[in-house]
């Protein structure tokens, strides 16, 4: 809903499933259903949010906005706060009064890439300067603020993309989605991949640039909640995707490809002789992205410095802390 399904890369009807608008009726019944199934009592440590996310939400008549806010802030005792994606050009001061008065605490732009080149070939309907002007006004608010990039795009490199993320970071939102592009079916796309006018990124590719981007929006203290599409029946390799990086666990890849670094850095540093086994100590929470997926960085190392790493857990470790241990 309130999106002109222009974009290249877009067929929202593929991606979220959804085939017919969302009327408040059904705004009502989905929170109701979902907080039936969140245990009750002790909330400590979660928060629990109504979010309009597969569409343009602030590019629908207001009058349907405030209906469908009004329905969801019904919940309000229940709900810790409201988040809608939208795209820069649907901001304005009247929206975002109206996003306030039903309690929105969490906008999220489809900024896609600052590059205006990549913006036209992709057909995206706005300019970098718009994306600045939405953030400009939405900064005179107490909204949160989410930025959306995609890599891969028509027109693209990995140098674009990285300076995307460094305009994105002068931005200062608060959290950021980073979507390597895939070919969807059904979508102009599709026919410019199928026509040879198109390339999409590889799945190496694709991990090794968000790699990158991943570390610069941490390094700028901002938290990245999101790497790569949420896998569905229609978004893996057996749905609607044509070409491009998917995986169904993206995000995982690109955590195991950040271990793959640290870990090789510590065996440059420590391992003299390459014969011998070496035990790695990590959080015991992350052991899972450290061995990799179908344990790839174990057999990397294997295959690169014919030694048998062992992997194990250690509680007091932090996040992306990785040490030699005892055998």
């Known amino acids: 809903m309130g999106c002109p399904f222009d974009c290249v890369f877009c067929n929202q009807?593929?991606?979220?499933?959804?085939?017919?608008?969302?009327?408040?009726?059904?705004?009502?019944?989905?929170?109701?259903?979902?907080?039936?199934?969140?245990?009750?009592g002790n909330k400590e440590?979660?928060?629990?949010?109504?979010?309009?996310?597969?569409?343009?939400?602030?590019?629908?008549?207001?009058?349907?906005?405030?209906a469908l806010l009004s329905a969801a802030a019904e919940f309000s005792y229940a709900v810790d706060g409201i988040r809608l994606s939208t795209r820069p050009d649907y901001i304005s001061g009247e929206i975002l009064d109206n996003l306030a008065?039903?309690?929105?605490?969490?906008?999220?732009?489809?900024?896609?890439?600052?590059?205006?080149?990549?913006?036209?070939?992709?057909?995206?309907?706005?300019?970098?300067?718009?994306?600045?002007?939405?953030?400009?006004?939405?900064?005179?608010?107490?909204?949160?603020?989410?930025?959306?990039?995609?890599?891969?795009?028509?027109?693209?490199?990995?140098?674009?993309?990285?300076?995307?993320?460094?305009?994105?970071?002068?931005?200062?939102?608060?959290?950021?989605?980073?979507?390597?592009?895939?070919?969807?079916?059904?979508?102009?796309?599709?026919?410019?991949?199928?026509?040879?006018r198109y390339i999409p990124q590889t799945l190496d590719e694709a991990v090794e640039l968000s790699k990158k981007l991943l570390l610069k929006f941490e390094a700028a203290g901002i938290?990245?909640?999101?790497?790569?599409?949420?896998?569905?029946?229609?978004i893996c390799e057996e749905g609607s995707v044509t070409a491009g990086p998917v995986h169904s666990a993206f995000g995982e890849l690109v955590e195991s490809s950040i271990y793959f670094d640290l870990i090789e850095e510590k065996i440059k540093e420590k391992i003299k002789d390459k014969s011998v086994s070496a035990v790695v100590l990590v959080n015991d929470r992350e052991i899972s992205k450290a061995v990799g997926n179908k344990r790839a960085n174990i057999k990397k190392i294997r295959e690169k410095y014919n030694i048998e790493l062992k992997i194990k857990g250690d509680k007091r470790l932090k996040k992306r802390e990785v040490i030699f241990g005892c055998c």
């Open 13 to 40: 009807r593929r991606i979220t499933g959804q085939t017919s608008g969302v009327k408040p009726s059904d705004v009502r019944s989905i929170i109701s259903e979902a907080l039936n199934t969140l245990p009750k």
């Open 45 to 66: 440590n979660k928060r629990v949010e109504v979010a309009f996310f597969g569409g343009s939400f602030t590019g629908i008549p207001i009058e349907e906005q405030s």
């Open 101 to 196: 008065k039903y309690g929105v605490t969490t906008i999220e732009l489809g900024v896609q890439s600052m590059d205006d080149g990549v913006l036209k070939a992709s057909n995206r309907g706005h300019t970098k300067e718009q994306v600045n002007a939405a953030v400009r006004l939405i900064r005179k608010y107490p909204f949160m603020l989410g930025l959306q990039m995609m890599t891969g795009l028509p027109g693209d490199t990995p140098e674009k993309s990285l300076k995307t993320a460094d305009e994105i970071i002068a931005l200062k939102p608060e959290l950021v989605r980073i979507y390597p592009t895939l070919t969807i079916k059904d979508t102009y796309l599709e026919k410019m991949y199928l026509d040879g």
């Open 223 to 234: 938290t990245v909640i999101r790497i790569g599409l949420q896998a569905t029946d229609e």
